[in-house]
């Protein structure tokens, strides 16, 4: 590739020593550069180019989670949190864990590709383990266009679903995330390994059924802020980022809200008038 670009531009550059007028010299010398830069784009590998967009969408994202952690204004000495209004109300295509009837309501947006997801779900397991009775988690899909793997699992998920058996593919998919298995071999291992009946899955699997389920909710979720992964809702307010269980320190120093007093705080008293 090298050659041929060296080639071409000698070839160019002969032709623009014949011309006499500074005019067209100059033109030529506009159409040399097109042609160089254009040479080059095309000599550099598509998967390379690829994957360096990829690489600038991640790195995108893992910043907008870390500053989304860190913008929470919610700190033990009274900081304000944001509440929002066009949030979508817990409905039939949610996924459960509690009773719809828990004074707090958790609405989880969340990729089973994103790492930070893996890293709350979690935090997700101690918020059952703490709170059963108190609170009710709704799992929400919101699959990023640069995660290859992400619409795939979060279809597994849903035929899984279909046999009742989500949270058992949920767990199973953090872990395959994990471990950088996330394929469809191992997505239909997984559906054997939970005791599903491999004909309706595969069925359900192999003709994407709940795609278009999939996408309205991640676009249905974006006007109330959760843009990336994971974010989530406790009763309204929202928080963008992976946040801890326990109470964390901000880069300012200031102590932060973790799960935990979050979840406390909404299960407080409402002071008297």
Known sequence: MKHAIKAVL????????????????????????????????????PAKRAGADRNSEVEKIYKENNIGVENNKSDKA????????????????DHLWGDLQNPVKMIIYSDFECPFCSKFAKTVEEVKSAYDGKVV????????????????????SECAAEQDKFWQMHDKLFADAGENN???????????????????????????????????????????????????????????????????????????????SIIERHLAPSPSP
């Open 10 to 45: 000698c070839y160019v550059f002969h032709v623009m020593l014949k011309l006499k007028s500074p005019l067209t010299i100059l033109s030529s010398i506009c159409v040399l550069s097109v042609i160089a830069a254009g040479i080059v784009f095309f000599s550099v590998d």
């Open 78 to 93: 009274g900081g304000e949190v944001k509440s929002v209004n066009n949030l979508p109300e817990i409905n039939a295509d």
């Open 137 to 156: 988690i709704a799992f929400r899909h919101r699959p990023l266009a640069f995660h290859s793997s992400a619409m795939l699992a979060a279809l597994t």
């Open 182 to 260: 996330l394929s469809p071999e191992e997505f239909k291992k997984d559906a054997g390994e939970i005791g599903l009946s491999m004909e309706k899955f595969n069925q359900c699997f192999d003709s994407e059924k709940y795609k278009d389920k999939i996408l309205d909710q991640s676009k249905a979720g974006e006007p109330a802020g959760a843009r990336g992964t994971p974010t989530f809702f406790v009763n309204g307010e929202i928080y963008p980022g992976a946040y801890p269980f326990p109470d964390f320190k901000g880069n300012d120093g200031k102590i932060r809200e973790g799960v935990k």
